[in-house]
């Protein structure tokens, strides 16, 4: 094992902290505004790479498909929040976890009688298909996209929440819901709005990944797991927390898988117990929790 | 707080009757769905417990099942110790494995006890499926059912294992039922409903969750011996965290605080399972429309609607005002 493998792990560990990141925040950022948990932020995941891989056939194009899912998950989502999501506010946890783990069931099936059972490959674009040579190794240059991609999105979530005049009123909403209504911010169309961008992110993620995993409808069950240990070791509602946890259950889970062949699976839920018992808010919480 | 009130019982009677006529007037398929509710039966009813009674919503009840089915199987199997006190072990071990979950997560509520539960879950599923000694993924097979030809009893008869099932379902509803009457169960609920006034009135609320859950625990542990025992084969799959989901769902089915209404749900959930696999292989979507519109309906289950519905009192509070801020 010489360097040139550690590095390959290493940008391993960082493309698949940049799905968790995309998955992640948008359920971070839905809990902290109104304590809302989602559980089937995976299935639109799952969506996402489904339709995308619909749209890619339909198209020709991967890039349209890049366009084309997300914006069609928000769809989804958007009609989920009218008809569930906005009763459910104020009805407590146990009724959003129960309900959104119906959805679950529900959006697996309609994905099974849409596309069958069988997993779907989706080619990367030409354009990607080779690979580069970065840090002294070849890696494939669709990988680096997905790196680059995510960074480009977290870059652009940070300056939107530091600086822009509605990162502005997330920020005071998450820490006091009740005191922003006050000051005049209409805090149920702010989560509308993120609640849309959460579908996006959580759809994009699903395209983004299809070329790299193939789509099978247990995707959006599998990835819901690690993302909810980035949620709450990261911290719940804050940016800061979704960037940090993506980044340590992905090098936990890559290099446990490499030193600790099937344990790696482990160490993430020890982690999971470790933050839930000693530190509960969370690695770094958002003010107000 | 629980109440075993005489609708309560003559349910739990008729339907045990019901299933025990099915069996025994069915071929070897109605016996297999009967066990088969049975086991679910056991462990909803362990479920509901905590869940419904002291607001503990656990997905590691599963894991709890198959850790109890794997230490039958390590000194049945590997040990060549006989069945009757491998299954006792078993159980005991599922009891302290939920003692320590409730303990270590003591101070968590809410979704962080869910994910806390999911975890240590979790945990337990990895390690027995990449223990090779137990058979890792494959599972492990060989496993003996009681041996009462001493009473003149058959266990290898499908319809005398039925009929033994629904036996321990009972066994384990009139045992639950007890504890929740007991100063120990209404200390629970009361826990449940305000935590702060119970500590204030000195209970230490932390060593009593941890209690409740061991308890739930060998009930989930009995349900584990006779998964173990029903098709004499084990695999991790029994302790993953979709089956503590699934089981989940049939107490919301059935009503979450009546523990009568788990026992309903997991009759109507396996009948449901097969009736609709004749037709479709999309029973999930079925399943999880009903749930939704359970909860959307006021969450009380189908048991607790109907309860609901007949009574002239103020709806129960186990069932239903709690269930919200579960």
Redesign the interface.
């Known amino acids: 094992m010489d360097a040139s493998f550690w590095i390959l792990q290493f940008l391993n560990a960082v493309q698949f902290s940049m799905l968790l990141f995309l998955l992640s925040i948008g359920l971070t950022v839905i809990f902290g505004l109104l304590h809302f ?1 989602n559980l089937a932020h995976g299935a639109l995941y799952m969506l996402g790479a489904y339709i995308g891989i619909s749209a890619a056939a339909a198209t020709g194009s991967f890039w349209a498909a890049l366009i084309l899912a997300p914006l069609a998950v928000m769809l989804i989502g958007a009609v989920l929040y009218f008809t ?1 999501i906005d ?1 459910l506010r104020g ?5 959003q ?3 959104t ?6 959006f ?3 994905v ?2 849409g596309w069958g059972d069988v997993a779907l490959g989706l080619s990367a674009p030409p354009s990607l298909a080779g690979t580069s040579e970065i840090l002294g190794v070849k890696y494939p240059a669709y990988r680096l996209f997905i790196i680059a991609l995510g960074l480009v999105i977290m870059a652009g979530l940070w300056i939107t929440l530091a600086r822009t005049q509605i990162g502005a009123m997330i920020r005071a909403s998450v820490e006091n819901g009740a005191m922003a209504a006050t000051l005049g911010i209409n805090v149920g169309r702010l989560f509308f709005i993120v609640f849309c961008l959460g579908c996006v992110l959580a759809g994009l993620a699903g395209v983004v990944a299809a070329p790299v995993t193939s789509a099978t409808t247990g995707m959006g ?1 599998s990835i819901l ?1 690690p993302t ?2 980035v949620v ?1 070791i990261g911290g719940l509602g804050s940016l800061q927390g979704a960037i940090a946890g993506s980044l340590i259950v992905g090098f936990i889970e890559t290099f446990g898988a490499v030193l600790l062949p ?2 790696a ?2 160490l993430a ?2 982690l ?2 470790a933050i ?2 000693l530190r ?1 808010q969370g690695l770094l919480p958002a003010r107000g929790h | 707080m629980f109440r075993q009130t005489p609708a309560r019982s003559l349910v739990l009677i008729v339907t045990l009757a019901g299933l025990a006529a099915y069996a025994s007037a069915g071929g070897f398929f109605a016996r297999e769905i009967v066990i088969e509710i049975a086991i679910l039966a056991i462990l909803a009813i362990s479920l509901d417990v905590v869940a419904g009674f002291g607001g503990m919503v656990s997905l590691a009840h599963g894991a709890m099942m198959g850790l109890s089915a794997y230490t039958y199987a390590i000194f049945s199997v590997k040990l060549g110790w006989p069945p009757l006190p491998s299954a006792l072990l078993g159980v005991a071990a599922s009891g302290i494995f939920g003692t320590l979950i409730g303990w270590i997560t003591g101070r968590t509520t809410g979704i962080f006890f869910i994910m806390a539960t999911l975890a240590f879950g979790q945990m337990a599923y990895t390690v027995f499926f990449k223990w090779r000694w137990l058979g890792g993924d494959d599972g492990l097979g060989g496993l003996s059912r009681f041996d009462l030809g001493g009473l003149g009893i058959k266990m290898g008869n499908s319809l005398t294992f039925a009929l033994f099932a629904l036996v321990l379902v009972l066994a384990v509803y009139v045992a639950a039922a007890w504890v929740l009457r007991t100063a120990f169960g209404r200390t629970l609920t009361g826990i449940h409903v305000n935590e702060d006034r119970m500590r204030a009135l000195g209970v230490n609320t932390v060593m009593h969750r941890a209690q409740a859950l061991g308890f739930s625990a060998l009930l989930a542990g009995v349900a584990g011996v006779l998964a173990a025992q029903h098709v004499q084969y084990i695999s991790p799959e029994l302790l993953v965290w979709t089956v503590s989901g699934e089981v989940l769902i049939v107490v919301i089915l059935g009503g979450l605080g009546t523990l009568i209404g788990p026992l309903l749900g997991a009759v109507i959930f396996v009948l449901l399972k097969h009736e609709i696999s004749g037709y479709t292989n999309h029973w999930h979507i079925v399943i999880g429309l009903l749930l939704i519109a359970t909860v959307l309906a006021g969450g009380r289950g189908i048991y607790g609607q109907v309860e609901h519905w007949f009574s002239r009192r103020p709806p129960p509070p186990a069932g239903t005002a709690e269930a919200h801020d579960a």
């Open positions: 948990i569930l009763r009805a407590g946890p146990m009724n976890v129960l309900v783990f119906g959805l679950i069931f529900v697996l099936d309609l099974r009688m069950i797991i909810l240990i709450v099937g344990f699976a482990v839920y020890i999971l117990a839930l018992v509960p």
